[in-house]
């Protein structure tokens, strides 16, 4: 006969990261109110043994909280806004709740939020983006937590996704800048390292320029955090460059609005001096002066098949499948042939 292996507890966690239960505790509800030295050894300990308070409950099938964990990048801007926001209403409409965290773009905080919510007995979880340390998805698998990826797509990966092809989009924008004559070519991204959406994005401009006869080594690059700010100084950085760029691929809207407030700033015209493209097409860049030449990804489907799709699972047993949605060039005024 199979011995069933013993289900750690609470106690097997305090003993391997030698704290108290109550430690041990307060790491996993509120681990902001514990040492980072001592949230880490904690952090791995239940990684280790594979503990979450609601195992149990989970391996049984005895009960479901009709919750469901939405991870995000930030909440400081609107990027996320309207898919999570469709999201939660089909999610009510099957009788589920959501619960959101943000995890400021930071890999270590995410894994603590995921703790948190299957801790907290989040009957499934929707993140943003495949890449991720291996060992969490080895701790949702242990758990039997179901992941859904959006803001992503590939058929290929182990976790199914409903999103966009990030690659694609960014390609299909810069053949088009391409073919309206530009040659001297900008980025301004995100960290590509811990960002897949964000390298897929910048592999996009790096294929259009190989397909359009330009070297990709020309590509002048400026690696960035997300914001407003952030993006006016990297781009004034960007327009110092030996070469000037004549058109400015952004990583999203809010870098690209900060650019478009440095461009007036310096006295550069946009779209007859540069041109300034976005990614996301968020509110922001209708609004924006002037009106931004953006990527559109569709936020709202995204969300709301996204939502339907965790309450089929969790609801029918209807597997998770991979969805691909179009995101397309939506051309305004701040960008113009060459």
Known sequence: MTTQPAIPTLED????????????????NSPDKVAPETRRRVNEAVATLGYSPNFGARTMAVRRTKTIGAIIPTMENAIFARGLQAFQEELRLHGYTMLVASSAYRADTEEEQIRSLVARGADALLLI??????????????QNVPVLITWAYDPLADRPSIGFDNKAAMQGMAAEVIKMGHRNLALISAETASN????????GIL???????????????????YGIEEGAIAFEKAMAMPIRPTAVF???D?????????????????????SIIGFDDIELAQVAHPPL??????????GR??????????????ALKPVELPARPIFRETLAAR
Do not use: W
């Open 13 to 28: 966690v305090a003993t391997l990261a030698e704290v108290s239960t109550a430690t041990v505790s307060r790491a996993i």
């Open 129 to 142: 983006g495949h890449h991720r340390n291996p060992e969490i998805y080895k701790f949702l698998d242990a």
């Open 196 to 203: 897949d959406r964000a390298s897929a994005r910048h592999e």
């Open 207 to 225: 294929a259009a320029m190989q397909d359009g006869g330009l070297s990709p080594d020309d590509l002048t690059y400026v690696e960035t955090t």
């Open 250 to 252: 952004c990583g999203n």
């Open 254 to 274: 809010v870098l690209a609005v900060g650019a478009l407030r440095r461009a007036r700033e310096l006295g550069i015209d946009v779209p007859n001096d540069v």
């Open 293 to 302: 030449t953006t990527v559109h990804v569709p936020h709202r489907e995204m």
């Open 305 to 318: 098949l996204a939502g339907l799709a965790l309450a089929q699972l969790l609801n029918e047993g209807i």
